[in-house]
Nanobody
């Protein structure tokens, strides 16, 4: 099993920045990729950014966050993934969920990001 612990959400004004962290523990050697998803009220959960845990560390981003958000990872005894969010917009307001892809998918509990106009 993989456990995910998220942190870093909060309230910020439009144009501001936040950094989310997600620390994975447990069977981290089985993780192939990690990512951040978000779900705004009344909307479906959507991919924000994803990063491979392999040496290459390839990334993908939703078009809506390209150039503003950066995903990165730190591999040690645990695996930690960060989402640096700059130039935040009110439409970025959502619950952000960390995801770890192994044979099965694992989800964090979510952290709320609120961007005020």
């Amino acid at each position: 099993q993989v456990q995910l612990a998220e942190s870093g959400g909060g309230l910020v004004q439009a144009g501001g920045s936040l950094r989310l962290s997600c620390a994975a523990s447990g069977r981290v050697f089985s993780i192939r990729a990690m990512g951040w998803y978000r779900q705004a009220p009344g909307k479906q959960r959507e991919l924000v950014a994803r990063i491979s845990i392999s040496r290459g560390g390839s990334t993908i981003y939703a078009d809506s966050v390209k150039g503003r958000f950066t995903i990165s990872r730190e591999n040690s005894n645990t695996v930690t993934v960060y989402l640096q969010m700059n130039s935040l917009k009110p439409e970025d307001t959502a619950v952000y969920y960390c995801n770890a892809d192994t044979v099965v998918e694992h989800w964090g509990q979510g952290t709320l990001v609120t961007v005020s106009s």
